[in-house]
């Protein structure tokens, strides 16, 4: 939405490769990509990094005078310091869709930071002056820790991205685009006010702190028009822009804490509003591009982007201590400015996805002695050879490593990854017939566990580097009857909730894979080192961990023969593992007419110890996938969900081993709640080129109650957890090579609250616990042979 897609450098009318003629007087331009009106179609790829900074805040107190008649001391926002100027990229595809020119755009921005922080503000340092915290004297809460102060940090953070679908010359109307479009804006501010010098950290051992938060979020969703236009200026170049205006529906939302660190049981409280308000946006792009090379563009572009009627966190820090305060305050705006610069691919061909693989070039002549000969010496000289000439043998593997970019709201760096979705990997497959209809065979995996996604953190960049047995079993297939899989295996619910025919990321549907190690950070706390991060409490434990999709183990495995239909294809599967595990699965498959649909659904039954002594796990599991793809257009979507339910018993209150609460807030012995999680992914598939399918896609995950209960999130017992996740990205098929490139970002938001333990053994009242969000960024390949 805040960056866009360069159009090709090439005048109308010029030949493309082929002789296939370019877009001309009356083609749609998708924010500078042509796409032709005619017959043969033409779309674009555009990746680009773009630079945005936001325009300063306004100057806004943040400390008061207090009730003496001594002087305060001012701390407003324009103290605020930080880098303001922030990164980020954006993803343009433009094509035809049943003849009808469209574009589809996402972008993210690196939240823009700010801090700073004061001290010697009042007489506990000696000094004359009496300086409160703004919000010090409310009727609703009061705090001695905010009232004469030694000290106040400050912390500020701006977010933004979105993405937009578009008509291009809606009506036949030159150089128009209308579309919708979806942008998310929000805030937090947050504060640690104290008391004294011995309340500073590192500089004592008190805690009479007030922390406080504001948070405001605007889910912008709305229509949009365009002009668009470029001039040519030779052969080379082209001079234009774009300029966009958006009227959109503002789903506001506004989150308040405060905490008063040394007195929870007293001072302990969250408020959540939210509103309905009609917000605008306008957009103006000046923009230049040169033609690099046949294909292949670069462009250079200018941004100013306002949005009105929105929701800021600094006019709500007055307010923190008013409980009966609800007012969404949206009424603000905000402008950001920048640029971007990127390179366009013009894609040849903008047709349906590759259903079928490409005809194979067969020589018909008859085969020699010595050319028969020839071919078995060089398979011989090349791949494995099986030790029983009776059973085949295939090696097959893949390697898929990636750089991992991650930014937790303290700290931000980049590893080089093991994609763990989809695991590197090599093995052994082989078969051999029985008689007419039977066959028998092995299967044995190994993993390639060097520095997985999921085993790094803030704290560890390096990984385990172990090597993994992932299957080794044997098989007894019947045509007629079914296969029979005993050893180490994937039970019957293993892959059931990554049903795709989208393109998507191999494993995307299980968002753990990717980061699940990340540790939790505390938002409040203002010495935002690695003491502000909550070590027992990671994304793995917020997202019920890499176990929603179905572990593999030692198991007997039945899988009924395809039972095909006229309306489509049936497969059915059970599995019994090692200390009473059982699950089963049924599978439905079709491609109709203009229509592919996937769907699987299985449950799970788990009363597996794992060794663990006093446990007596009892966990049952609903999941399922679907995925739909309309072929003619591209456009699919995925969704996946698990229900977890707990029934057993096990003294741990941490989340992969858990099965009760802790007791302080809920019934002794009694029962973790389920956890629900769901996710789902939309978008767009096409064959653009010759390389092989691409994928555009946004992806949404929810996970409920997958801490609740539990001495998780720096509480004594979790009340209510949920995490959301938000995401973009796009997969690159490469035939020729078996190989696939993927790049995408992923914005996890953690909620929670619960209760403490004072010293005196009481349980305080139920609160909020803030934490910061974690932004993951990735971009990878995947070659199999």
Sequence with gaps: MLAWSPAPALAAGEDGPDGQVLAEEGDATANGIKVAAGRNAWGGLTIEGIALAREGLENFPFTTAGSAVNPFIPFTSSALDGDRLSFGANITLAAKILDQPMSFSAFFLKPITLEATATNLGSEAGNIADTDTIYS??????????????????????????????????????????????????????????????????????????HTTARTDNYLLGVRLGLDHMFAVGDRI?????????????????????????????????????????SQSLEFKPRIEFKVTDGVYLTATGQAVWLNNVSTALPHYATIGDLDEHNVRAN????????????????????PISTSPAPLLVDTSPPTTESVEERISELED????????????????????????????????????????????????GSAKIARGWSAGYFASIGLDHAAANDLDQLTDDGEDQIELRQSNWW?????????TVGLASTATDDIILKDVGGIMPGAANIATMGGSFIVRRSD??????????????????????????LRRNVVRYDAPRLRTQFGNFDGSVALGEDDFFDASVEYSVNHNDWMVRFGAGYLHDTDENGRANSQRDREEYKGSLSVLHVPTGLFG????????????????????????????????????????????????????????????????????????????????????RLSMFGAAISQDIDAAGMDLYAGVRFYSFHAQGVDVRPNGNVTRVGPIPLTDLMLGYAGARIKF
Aim: net charge negative; aromatic share 12%.
């Design 638 to 721: 995925t969704a996946a969900y698990v229900r977890r339910e707990f029934n057993g018993m096990d003294p741990s209150d941490q989340a992969i081993f858990g099965e009760n609460t802790t007791g302080l807030v809920t019934p002794a012995g009694s029962n973790r709640p389920p956890i629900d999680y769901l996710y789902t992914a939309f978008g767009l598939r096409r064959s653009y080129w010759s390389l092989g399918d691409t994928s555009l896609y946004g992806e949404y995950a929810q996970v409920d109650d997958a801490i609740t209960g539990l001495r998780e999130a720096d509480a004594r017992e979790v009340t209510d957890s």
């Design 476 to 484: 007894v297939r019947s045509n007629r009857y079914g296969t029979v």
């Design 382 to 429: 090349l791949g494995a050879r099986s030790g029983n000439r009776s059973v085949s043998l295939t090696v097959f593997g893949q390697i898929n490593q990636m750089l991992m970019v991650w930014d937790d709201g303290a700290k931000t760096d980049a590893y080089v990854a093991e994609n763990p979705a989809s695991r590197s990997r090599f093995g052994f497959i």
């Design 137 to 210: 004297g409310n009727a609703t809460i009061f705090s001695t820790n905010s009232d004469n102060i030694f000290a106040l940090n400050v912390h500020h953070q701006t977010e933004l991205y979105g993405a937009e679908a578009n008509f291009l010359q809606p009506f036949g109307i030159q150089g128009v685009s209308l579309g919708v479009r979806g942008i998310y804006f929000g805030e937090t501010l947050s504060s640690t006010a104290m008391q004294d010098a011995d309340d500073f950290p590192g500089l004592g051992n008190d805690d009479d702190r007030d």
């Design 332 to 351: 603000s705006s905000v402008w950001f400015y920048g640029g971007s610069l990127g390179l366009t691919f013009q894609l040849d061909g903008s047709s």
């Design 238 to 278: 082209r001079l234009g822009g774009s300029l966009k205006a958006g009227l959109y529906n503002n789903f506001v939302t506004r989150d308040r804490s405060f905490i008063s660190e040394n007195r929870t049981d007293l001072r302990n409280h969250k408020t959540f509003d939210r509103d309905n308000v009609f």
């Design 525 to 550: 706390s203002f010495e935002q080192g690695n003491g502000a991060l909550i070590a027992r409490t990671t994304l793995n434990d917020f997202s019920a961990g890499a176990s929603v999709d179905t």
